[in-house]
């Protein structure tokens, strides 16, 4: 089993609509996941971080974890053609010190 | 401005050469990482330093070496060892104790 699992995608939803990205985690030990925005050919820039059970929200963005069934997922509502671009969770395996462990990513394509 | 620079951007290799990536920050960051990125598979670890004079392979780190003489550079050497070395190699940086993870801008390195 993957430490971590992703749809690729890509996922195309409208201007405007809500995008419902996923991430699901084997290691039930994991207690900090984030969110990560990657432009195609750039480096990716942290949105995102929860430690909690339950929502965070931050601007159009809200984060949602649920420990027991061990996926996290990102809400983008609103969504701009400015938001299209890959998204990946990330997270500290248990034992794992500071190292952060990616989700291969899911591309978003937020159309006109 | 405190940021981490990554150099060259770009970077071409012919088969047996050795090639170094340099990377600087000047953020105070105790940690620094070298995460390799291939499409469709998200971020992998090669090697990361929590403080000066220390460091430890991360998943792939066979065919590369890193050095951590100074607090602030942390260059990463893909050896000929590499067999399949064309990636987008990105280089981040954090806190001590924190997991909000700085990135460089990234080279991409292509064989020849």
């Known amino acids: 089993q993957k430490e971590v699992e992703q749809n690729s995608g890509p996922l195309s939803v409208p201007e405007g609509a809500i995008a419902s990205l996923n991430c699901t985690y084997s290691d039930r030990g994991s207690q900090s996941f984030f969110w990560y925005r990657q432009y195609s050919g750039k480096s990716p820039e942290l949105i995102m971080f929860i430690y909690s059970n339950g929502d965070k929200e931050d601007g159009r963005f809200t984060a949602q974890l649920n420990k027991a069934s061990q996926y996290v997922s990102l809400l983008i509502r609103d969504s701009q053609p400015s938001d299209s671009a890959t998204y990946l969770c990330a997270f500290i395996l248990t034992g794992g010190g500071n190292k952060l462990t990616f989700g291969t990513g899911t591309q978003l394509k937020v159309e006109l | 401005d405190g940021g981490i620079t990554q150099s060259p951007k770009y970077l071409f290799r012919k088969e047996g050469q050795n090639v170094t990536l340099s990377c600087e920050q000047n953020?105070?960051?105790?940690?620094m990482y070298w995460y390799r990125q291939d499409p469709g598979q998200g971020l992998r670890l090669i090697y990361y330093s929590q403080i000066v004079n220390d460091f430890q392979k991360g998943d792939i780190a066979e065919g590369y070496s890193v050095s951590r003489e100074k607090k602030e550079s942390f260059p990463l050497t893909v050896t000929s060892a590499q067999k399949n070395p064309t990636a987008f190699y990105l280089c981040?940086?954090?806190?001590?104790?924190?997991?909000?993870?700085?990135f460089g801008s990234g080279t991409r390195l292509t064989v020849v």
């Open positions: 981040a940086s954090s806190p001590d104790g924190q997991y909000r993870y700085t």
């Open positions: 953020l105070n960051h105790d940690a």
